[in-house]
């Protein structure tokens, strides 16, 4: 008997489509439509920021044709959340104004196709990188504003043509040959696929996500000649869209193109359409949709206390290092955003693999940089990725984590690093600036609470290098910062530097 591959289940997926009753909005009275508008904001903003469950995510979509109007999107860790999360926009004045049309109930899904390792092998022997990306599969971020398009799908079950009849073996090598195809989309397309097998009609549901719609157009086309959907693939109505935040609901219903890119209340419709209540006014949107879903990206958990204490550390700790003459920027470094990961795999495999990913993200006007940098004195690489946003940056390192041999990311090991502390030398300096860290690197050798520092250079400019340092607590790193060895080489690097050295997040 064909073998049924394994699978492992994370977060369930409720996908509410919705048509809007237009002549009923068009005819009811303005204070019913601001009423409806301020409870919608408010439902929608209080599931993007999974105010009903302790992990998940939803965002809400504008839809294109006649099938829909709009599309609900709820991740969340139970079944039970999500029928919660239903019922509770039929209590809205929002809902008085809307049919669902259809809907799809499914649960995100990883399988024996993916990794033998991960379903036969001990916990804790997983490679790590194989682990982020089977988490990112099962417990997914959503993008932020881009293109969405849904569609449920089945294998066939026909006479020649049954799935399930095919060898394991034969089944899984159709589906790698259908994930070659899906790569080369790595940085253009993100998506979301769930399991609805005993739940719903078809037996899977795609969502896919994409900055450019044309994007999602290719990938489908093009993976229609795969074996695995040209013979054994059946499909159901397609749904196409665009996220848009809570906030511009009511310029959604005004006619208004969405997103408006007008931040939370500043939006004319935020207080006209909504008499004199701002939108979500006790429901405060979380702002960044890469800070959603249980704290995904680099923002700081916690109480508003704690948050508001770890800002004022920050600005301390830049103003400190803005003293030493080292440009800290914001919080997250010179107004950029950065993902550092580190890699075991071979230098010259991995540079391949991440100058391909960097072909796509090029086509990003929020990308300013990626690439790989050595180091002599450690076995692994480091892959830096820096953007002009936060959710950018995170979602670029959900693609970067599916690199081979990932073991880490910058900021998720235990204590504090410095993963961002970079330096553009002067040619005719590089040899001097070298032999000045190993002096460096013995002093921090013999400080307390230093774990690891390693000088590392991009491997398309020697000048351009990058210090990764692990200390024990932020206290001890600012230590040697404070160091009076530290502002002798910040005095010394004047002449050796083609700029000040750039600090792009503190960890």
């Known amino acids: 008997m064909p073998e049924a591959p394994p699978t492992d289940e994370g977060w369930f997926v409720l996908h509410d489509f919705r048509t809007v009753d237009w002549d009923a909005w068009r005819d009811a009275p303005e204070r019913e439509r601001s009423r409806a508008v301020e409870e919608g904001v408010a439902y929608l903003s209080a599931h993007e920021a999974v105010e009903d469950a302790d992990e998940g995510a939803s965002a809400v979509f504008s839809v294109l044709g006649h099938k829909a109007d709009l599309l609900v999107l709820h991740l969340r860790p139970s079944l039970d959340h999500l029928s919660r999360a239903e019922r509770q926009f039929e209590t809205t004045a929002l809902a008085g104004f809307t049919d669902q049309v259809t809907s799809y109930v499914s649960v995100t899904e990883v399988s024996g196709y993916v990794s033998d390792d991960y379903f036969t092998g001990d916990a804790e022997d997983i490679d790590e990188g194989l682990r982020r990306y089977i988490e990112g599969k099962m417990k997914p971020d959503l993008p932020d504003d881009e293109y969405v398009s849904f569609y449920p799908m089945s294998k066939r079950r026909e006479g020649e043509d049954n799935w399930y009849m095919l060898p394991f ?21 993100k998506q979301i696929i769930s399991s609805s097998v005993g739940f719903d009609d078809y037996e899977w549901g795609v969502t896919l996500f994409g900055a450019d719609p044309t994007d999602i157009k290719d990938i489908v086309y093009e993976m229609r000649f795969d074996e695995v959907s040209a013979r054994y693939g059946e499909f159901g109505r397609f749904y196409v869209g665009r996220r848009f935040p809570p906030n511009d609901l009511g310029a959604y219903l005004a006619g208004e193109s969405v997103p408006t890119g007008v931040e939370g209340n500043d939006h004319p419709h935020a207080h006209d359409a909504a008499g004199d209540h701002p939108h979500g006014a006790d429901h405060p949107s979380t702002g960044d949709h890469g800070q959603h879903g249980g704290g995904h990206g680099h ?9 508001a204490d770890e800002t004022t550390d920050d600005a301390d700790i830049r103003g400190e290092l803005d003293d030493l003459n080292i440009y800290a920027g914001k919080p997250h470094g010179e107004d950029v955003y950065a993902t550092v990961l580190y890699s075991e795999a071979d230098p010259d495999d991995l540079f391949e693999e991440v100058a391909g990913l960097r072909e796509n993200f090029d086509h990003y006007g929020t990308h300013v940089k990626t690439a790989v940098y050595e180091a002599a004195s450690v076995d692994r690489t480091a892959v830096v990725s820096i953007w002009e946003t936060g959710s950018a940056a995170e979602t670029a390192a959900g693609f970067l984590s599916e690199l081979p041999g990932v073991v880490s990311r910058a900021g998720e090991e235990s204590g504090f690093g410095t993963m961002g502390m970079f330096y553009t030398v002067k040619p005719d300096y590089r040899e001097e600036f070298v032999e000045k860290f190993d002096v460096v690197g ?14 590392m250079v991009n491997r398309e400019d020697e000048n351009d290098m990058f210090i990764s340092s692990q200390w024990r607590s932020k206290e001890d790193a600012m230590g040697f910062f404070r160091s009076e060895d530290f502002r002798e080489t910040v005095q010394w690097g004047r002449d050796v530097l083609a700029d000040r050295p750039r600090h792009v997040f503190l960890a």
């Open 169 to 189: 073996a034969e089944r899984r090598e159709m589906m790698s040959t259908h994930g070659d195809t899906g790569r080369e989309y790595a940085g253009k397309i």
């Open 299 to 307: 923002g700081h958990g916690g109480g508003d206390q704690e948050s």
């Open 442 to 455: 013995g002093l921090l050798d013999e400080m307390d609470g230093h774990h690891e520092t390693a000088l």
